[in-house]
């Protein structure tokens, strides 16, 4: 079973707006990270923002943030204010398992959504 | 600070042939992955080591593969004989390990673009 899923494998967003990126997990466990990761056509895995199972508020990191509906399952990405260069391939990414050997374990990714922002 | 280091960048091989990649974490990092990125899909872990011992490999395809974390530093990850389906980015990341508190964020390098013909 797919334990992350993300149902948009391209989306087109216009400069300067807000976009949304779906993700949907699923795991019994209830101590997990969720992340998203960017990944330009150069290749490199580029961490964006992290969202612990027990965290209360939803993370944010400059114009990135995380809307984590836990009773849901899911944690979509929001990119306010979008630029050119937020152009490439974004995973949603799962970690089962917090602190000590827990935070160590692999990440989990989906097949990604791609991204392109339109002048 | 310098980030995790992966040579080469690009191989071509043609199948049967072997092939090995080279990984140099960040300094001070536990842990350390190889991922494989299929094009299209996101990355799947191969093989995950903490120190020089091995985590988890359960996902490696151990009739081909191998790797191998000398002295808890640098990796190196082999094919051999490559086939066709192992054409893919293979990608290191490397994370504090178990004293990375909840957040430990996984370091990627550049990542190997593999081609085998």
């Known amino acids: 079973a797919q334990k992350i899923t993300q149902t948009q494998p391209g989306m087109f967003v216009q400069e300067k707006e807000a976009v949304t990126l779906d993700c949907t997990y699923d795991t019994s466990d209830q101590s997990y990270g969720l992340f998203w990761y960017k990944q330009p056509s150069s290749g490199e895995m580029i961490f964006l923002i992290y969202?612990?199972?027990?965290?209360?508020q939803n993370a944010t990191e400059g114009r990135y943030s995380l809307n984590f509906q836990k009773a849901r399952k899911s944690a979509n990405l929001v990119i306010s204010a979008s630029q050119l260069g937020d152009s490439a391939m974004y995973f949603c990414a799962m970690r089962e398992g917090l602190g000590g050997s827990g935070s160590a374990r692999q990440l989990t990714f989906g097949s990604g959504t791609q991204l392109t922002v339109l002048p | 600070e310098a980030g995790v280091a992966q040579s080469p960048r690009y191989k071509i091989i043609e199948k049967r042939q072997s092939v090995a990649f080279w990984c140099n974490p960040i300094s001070g990092h536990a842990t350390l992955y190889w991922y494989q990125q299929i094009l299209g899909q996101g990355p799947k872990l191969l093989i995950q080591f903490q120190n020089n011992g091995v985590v988890d490999d359960s996902q490696l395809p151990k009739d081909r593969f191998s790797a191998e974390r000398l002295k808890g530093v640098d990796s190196t990850l082999k094919i051999q004989p490559a086939k066709l389906e192992d054409s893919a980015v293979y990608l290191c990341a490397s994370s504090l390990g178990n004293r990375g508190g909840n957040y430990n964020e996984q370091f990627f390098g550049p990542g190997t673009r593999l081609t085998v013909l």
């Open positions: 969202q612990g199972s027990y965290d209360e």
